[in-house]
């Protein structure tokens, strides 16, 4: 394979790399349609779209074009608060062709940011700009990245380095790379930033704390990103010294007044708390005795004269329950309908277990209709081959967002969509050079969840790497594999959670030991007469959840999606599939078919080189190559271990396993990234 | 103030960036001057010879030159052992004009390509080529980086990020980070790399990291930096299973050498291990009542047959021994002299202590005559300010390899140099843009002990900003000047070791309770009297572990230098400095001095905006306006505490405290870099 002489990249510029535009034809189209700006406020946010927009035609058409105040043809125009239908919002923009000059306008500054960063965007995809006429406005109002970066620099779950918010050094220095996250962020429609784990420091609501997220916030203002920050409901015990914690405590009610009123002092756009209560650990109301509406409407009440929001998490469980784990958050939650604080919304997991490769969609969605609720992603690669393995997301999240419930799709019962980072100091921001597709496509889809899955790869792809029609086919086909493989080599036809235990990283089906559900053999069930997990009426009835005729078709054998068989029915080894093969057949030819893809995936990457600078050409191989080693480790292992259960062969066309499942179990993993704590 | 246009840097390239020469007339000279390469060979380390010779030359003279067979007027010649002299040893190498050509030959490659390095560096310091002649060979054998970087990627005292070595995903990808680290390193002659912290994880000798260290070795070989791996003396308990790890066991004996076997064979050039041992909980030969040169030896007597080392480290005191601790490394290792095997390098920090502002030489140099010798510095900032100060270390080290020993200067009495790192996976590897000079300036030092610090201060500047004259004397002067500005506003006057307690991090001369010799009060004596620990005959006699006549010079009052002073003697308040002075009001003096000190240097960097790019100017500004902040934190709680002794007045001619004494010790300060098990 011959490397192509591009200049190295590194991924830092993401998808703002505003790189010349080769094509001579359209370059010169574009330099006679972009020949001036014309602005008519100077206000924070519009001189970062001014800025915005001088970089990038630079950049990409090789000029530095004037600005002016008079418009004249070729000018681009923007901020005319005028121009824009009010329809769009608060956060909407048009770009529109007007007697020769090109508008981009939103009833509000930051809007025009938004529109500033589409039309550049059409610049780098190469779109015509003659007859450009968009309106866009965002379909839910809350687009959120959660960050779950420690003060200490760890991140839980953090698979691309260290954290990059240097709170030591905060608030006196600003590093660059805080201003290139703005832009990134901006660029793609997020309007807020959870800056800390949802695992809570108390210490990030100090004074000394609140400084260094105030200087953030002050940076962040013109870029219309709201900072939030996860409060750890027991904070009153560990930081102000208060005997209880309890919500409904006057004390503590005043407490957290005092608080809310000392943080908007400061941070005056404050957007809010992301709280995780009694959840895996964390303290929260029930430890009271109290509900979580009673927890959630502490902090909501308290916020809510300065505008703030709460989004408490939908992500609970009990530490000693022996009812089925993905139903306790319905049973927790569905009965509080109603009784949450306006201010507060809800912010529910995709699936009701825990982010794994595929899931149903949570049967809260449809099911809170008085309750805000947000919809949670984890771009985080917790649960799919943490930041080595390219696994694009956006059909995984579109699975959930076009998921049918009772009151319509889940895009249209939530307010608005949180997403857990995957950001970290690596240079290229997420450790996979296409991780950053899965950030990328949060943004795109919190602002428009009707965009599908190849239209934002296809956008990406361009943008990050190159507009050549042949590159930009074959390597969109590869991030559409790249969704469905880990699934197939990791958890086929709806297992879940058999992974190693707690840092997730490689197979760990028999893990077993301590709590049942933080175990491999609660979730797959496996003995001699199949595997999966009953929740169908005659098991733990996880499927009454769902409203008709939803709950129906997923207890039914017959009916339910093959994909998410065994999450909801215990079936037997000889069961026959679709395809014709048995259970135990199928799940050989899904394990293999998962190496295949990967394989593909490989073979589909070295045909790419010409179109690819090296640098990110091999480290994107290189990681493709470790991803084939992981895949077969996964297979080998899960069809190993499961073949004590099914006592079959594995079908003798297939490739057999490299070692005995003595050989994986004893396998052993220290110091795998995500897992901050853990020490030898 | 007016920024420069100079482009955007972030410190990436180190001091190996090759930006264009503008000096025109320069520029023609050394075109003509350098037409064309000449090599004959093409080993590994011609290859990357070649690669940096083409890659500086490209840069610097904006030419591609050919590689031509034929030796012509303007060729580069390297390679050619013939031209070398045999003086030069394996590592030297002599760059000659001959005939219209330039040779750079050495008697090994490695030694061409230091020379290599060399001949760019005339370049980017803009020196004359035409009488070029240099002949330069290491003074030192041993130039060895220490890595404190633990294998869950955090380092021990790194103030830079984290860990640039990502064990998770070795062996199979390599970042080109690594790389680019090798060239650095190699750039200034360091030619050894212990990869893992010296408080040793045992993990870092089973095979799955054994391979990961060799994957780096490969990576490195060209650039002859051997690998080093720190080694836990308890290593056959812990990943053996073996009942004991006593050096004279039979089993414990072949173990390590079945270990060292184990790694000859997958890295061939194994440099050896580091140990530190029976130090600060670490374990080591005292737990089976063995000796430390038991101890070495055992691990000694296993690499010999590969050719290994074993560095011993110096840095041995006791959980629990009333005797001054300063004293407690020569009391048990020099009676040891002459028991170490011939293979075995004793690793002696500077000072007695542990990396303080400043210390008196270790009086172990010069009195083990005996035992193969290294000098052990530290670029980490562990007690100068983290990595938010600027401090020029290299009067500092030179204090050390200048001191005179009976034996000689100190440099004379070690056959090699190690640097805890102060690299991390910050952009620009050390964190402060000038952090990066401590690095180069060991490496330089390692080499050649004889550069002054003026003249490693001005080629670093020059390569790593600018060769503008002005720029480079005013920024010369600057960092001569921050070598002392610490000590003025931390430990003026031999103070030492009143940081915070554990992390280090600002001003603790209050912190008492545990282990007397982690408490401040321990080593400054303050009271109603005067400060300063005691050393001479009348107290812990320490100077008597110094030969005479210095032991005697220190000693006394009158002849102990005056920046040592409080380290050797109590000295009452009223004691009058040769500054006129009474030592309470020299004290209020260093501690304003020092801040003034650090005002100057900010004066000078604004004065310097139009030498350097705006990015860098405006970091260094930043972290300049932190250290001042420090500096008065420090000056200011250190006054006042000690205040409590002398009773008198901070003279009224100097700024005031800003604070209350009780302000300053109720001050806490929670995950500061470099201490990674911290936890609120």
Chains 1, 2 share one sequence.
Not at 217 to 243: M, N, Q, T, W
Not at 275 to 287: F, I, R, T
Not at 457 to 467: I, V, Y
Not at 614 to 621: G, K, S, T
């Amino acid at each position: 394979m011959k490397h192509s002489d591009k200049p190295a990249e590194e991924g830092y510029e993401l998808w703002l790399r505003y790189v010349p535009i080769e094509d001579e034809a359209l370059l010169a189209t574009y330099r006679t349609r972009i020949t001036s700006l014309v602005c008519v406020s100077d206000s924070p946010t519009l001189k970062v779209a001014q800025a915005e927009l001088l970089r990038g035609i630079k950049g990409l058409l090789g000029v530095s074009i004037p600005l002016t105040d008079t418009i004249q043809p070729g000018a681009v125009v923007f901020g005319h608060p005028d121009l824009a239908p009010p329809t769009l919002g608060d956060e909407g923009y048009i770009i529109k062709r007007l007697n020769e000059a090109i508008v981009i306008a939103g009833n509000t500054d930051i809007g025009v940011l938004y529109g500033v960063f589409h039309f550049l965007r059409l610049l780098q995809t190469h779109q015509p700009l003659d007859n450009v006429h968009i309106e866009s406005a965002p379909k839910l109002k809350y687009r959120i990245l959660n960050h779950w970066d420690n003060l200490d620099g760890t991140i839980e779950r953090g698979y691309a380095g260290f954290s990059f918010w240097d709170w030591h050094k905060l608030p006196d220095y600003l590093a660059p790379r805080y201003t290139e996250y703005a832009r990134a962020v901006t660029s793609i429609g997020i309007n807020g930033a959870a800056l800390t784990n949802v695992n809570a420091n108390a210490l990030s609501l100090t004074p000394q704390y609140l400084r260094k997220a105030a200087a953030l916030a002050d940076l962040f203002r013109p870029y219309g990103i709201r900072v939030y920050l996860s409060a750890r409901f027991s904070a009153p015990l560990e930081i102000a010294g208060l005997k209880t914690a309890d919500p409904l405590d006057a004390g503590v009610i005043a407490w957290w007044q005092a608080k809310a009123q000392e943080i908007y002092q400061i941070i005056p756009d404050f957007g809010g708390f992301i709280v995780k209560a009694n959840s895996e650990g964390q303290p929260g109301p029930h430890d009271y005795y109290r509900s979580h509406s009673d927890g959630a409407n502490l902090l909501a009440n308290a916020l809510a004269p300065f505008g703030g929001i709460v989004i408490w998490r939908a992500f609970v469980y009990a530490s000693e329950n022996p009812e089925d784990r993905t139903k306790q958050a319905y049973d927790d939650l569905v009965p509080q309908d109603g009784l949450f604080a306006a201010n507060v919304l809800l912010q529910v997991k995709n699936g009701p277990l825990d982010f794994q490769p595929r899931e149903p969609y949570h049967p809260i969605f449809g099911a809170m209709s008085h309750t805000s609720l947000m919809l949670e992603v984890q771009m985080a690669q917790e649960y799919l081959g943490l930041a080595t393995h390219m696994v694009y997301m956006a059909p995984l999240f579109k699975e959930t967002l076009d998921a049918e419930t009772c009151d319509g799709p889940v895009a249209k019962t939530v307010l608005g969509m949180a997403g857990v980072a995957n950001t970290g100091s690596d240079r290229n921001w997420c450790g996979h050079p296409f991780g950053a597709a899965n950030w990328y496509t949060f943004g795109r889809l919190a602002w428009d969840y009707t965009l599908s899955s190849e239209a934002i790869a296809d956008e990406w792809l361009r943008m990050t790497f190159s507009n050549d029609t042949p590159f930009v086919q074959k390597a969109t086909g590869m991030m559409l594999t790249s969704r469905e493989a880990p699934v197939n080599y990791m958890t086929p036809l709806g297992l879940h959670h058999i992974m190693a235990r707690s840092h997730h990283y490689g197979p760990g089906p028999w893990v077993t030991g301590g709590r049942p559900d933080w175990t491999s053999l609660y979730y797959h069930q496996a003995d001699s007469e199949g595997i999966g997990f009953n929740r169908t009426p005659s098991g733990s009835n996880a499927v009454s959840q769902y409203c008709s005729p939803y709950r129906e078709q997923l207890a039914h054998l017959d009916t339910c999606p093959e994909n998410l068989l065994l999450w909801f029915h215990h079936v037997a080894w000889r069961h026959v599939l679709k395809s014709g093969r048995t259970l135990w057949d199928e799940l050989c030819f899904k394990y293999n078919e998962g190496v295949t893809q990967v394989r593909r995936m490989q073979a589909d990457w070295d045909s790419l080189a010409e179109y690819v600078d090296a640098a990110r050409f091999e480290h994107v191989r290189a990681l493709l190559a470790i991803q084939e080693k992981e895949a077969r480790w996964w297979r080998d292992a899960c069809l190993l271990y499961f073949q004590t259960f099914s006592k079959q062969p594995i079908p003798a066309d297939y490739e057999q396993p490299a070692a005995s499942l003595e050989y994986y179990m004893n396998l052993q993993h220290y110091f795998v990234p995500g897992i901050p704590e853990q020490r030898f």
